[in-house]
């Protein structure tokens, strides 16, 4: 038991330790990055804001959700502080800016993290249909994976495309080098990533992993993950995923996802401006986080904006 909650002690002690370095960091920094105090009028519109005429698909900051489905999975104050990674719907995330959305399902279609389930996918894909029957000019990247240890759904891609045909644009790399005007009717870069296969062939409706890559170290270490999410991205190509995320730990008391998430959500705006001065800014082209909110979002959007200027 001692031993125990030395450990405890000790690990309380590293986690201090590390928002202290970011937080010397964050006082350092005595200038911002170009787009920093841009804010959209209108989040729930705001690539059509930006002018679809002139806003390339790889020049887009894409802000994402973590682990997005997940707002009402598990059981209220019992296991769901354990799993939850958003308290907004598909469709509020989705409002508030959000443009990419992380699913994980499993066998039976119904959303998973972990162990834990909630709803049916059904309820993600009218979220995305009331949002995109309401937009028109509002791409979405929605990333589909069968969720670790569980098995694919049945003839789950025959499914996507039942219900999200029309809206699909077809895997092809000519896509990132298009403006938003260039691909509308379409808002949907689907990608499907299952566990027994590599996932959609070249051409298909569909986009495999080899499109999406990320970091997702393990860690409850604030610095660690700042600093890993860094050099991860410097040598990455486009197009890269970094998650302004930390991961409970089993050998951490706090277990449940948003206050260890807490400890570092407060510095995107500050990874945004490393990135700017370790000029590897235009590497980055999603940027995910548990627990979305309009500031995140405009962090995002305000890196796009000063791409779209020719700031960057």
Known sequence: MGAQLSKQVERQKQVANEKKILEELEQSCVCDYPGSDYHPLDRKNWMSGLNPDKLYINRIVWPGTHNSATNKIGIKMITRPFAQCQSLSIYEQLVCGARLLDIR?????????????????????????????????????????????????????????????????HQDNNVFHKTIAQVLPKRIICLWKPSRSYGPPSGSLFWNANYLYGDWINTDLPATKFESNLRHLSQQ??????????????????????PVTNRIRRYARLFLRQCVLLDIVDLLQIFSTDFIDEDFVDACIGLTWARVEGKL
């Open 105 to 169: 399902v499993q066998k039976n279609r119904n959303i998973c993290h972990g162990i834990l389930t909630t709803y049916s996918i059904d309820v993600v894909i009218n979220d995305i249909k009331k949002f995109i029957s309401e937009t028109v000019s509002e791409i979405i990247i929605l990333e589909i994976r069968t969720e670790v240890g569980h098995d694919d759904p049945p003839e789950f891609e025959k499914y996507l495309e039942e219900q999200l045909k029309e809206y699909l644009i």
């Open 237 to 258: 190509l486009p197009v890269t995923r970094v998650g302004n995320t930390v991961t409970p730990r089993a050998d951490n008391p706090v277990l449940c996802v948003k």
